[in-house]
């Protein structure tokens, strides 16, 4: 937890605070809303954004100084976002709670990845949408940011496997140029996919 802490302490968004641009593509092609989560958020720039698109935003996030940056950006912004400082490999999931979860490079172990997407089903309404943009396997080769470990990098057939059930809107594999902050910089290699839970 020290280093993620640490990490948002600085005054800068080290991840900027601009929306991720997959999950700006998706609303504005989607037009979500009502209650939405974001897990792994960091400093908060999708919770703000999704606010800012009129839905009642949550945002987890295991530091507590990248959910005070949330905070920051949110009154900045004069939105709303609720922030809950929660530890993924612990996390008590509400039965379904939201209509939209997010995942934007949120990189856990594989047991942790396993338990998030089992909440993550759980947690979303019938008819509910999850959004995730990550990094993929082939990620550590290019050097643009995430995590070099492969224990903590995504597979897609582990990804499609776990959302079988769910209606898979678009799948996609490959190279994308992204420029966050100062620790998402350049051409990566992403796994994205915007799915729906099975209405009741």
Known sequence: MATWHERFQSKEYVYGTDPNEFIETMQNQLKLSGQALAIAEGEGRNAVYL??????VTAWDLARSGLDKTERLAEERR??????????????WPQDA?????????????????KTFDGIRQ??????HFLMEVYSIDQPAYGTGGPTQESF??????????????????FFTGEVERHEGQLHNGLSHVIQMPCQKPAK
């Open 51 to 56: 606010a800012e698109q009129g839905m009642e």
């Open 153 to 170: 990098i995504y597979r897609p057939e582990e990804v499609l496997e776990a959302f079988r059930e769910f209606k898979i809107l678009h």
């Open 79 to 92: 939105v709303s976002v609720l922030t809950e400082q929660v530890d993924l490999a612990q996390a008590d």
């Open 98 to 114: 939201w209509d939209l979860i997010i995942c934007v490079f949120g990189h856990f172990p594989k047991d942790v990845q396993r």
């Open 123 to 128: 947690a979303l309404k019938p008819g509910g």
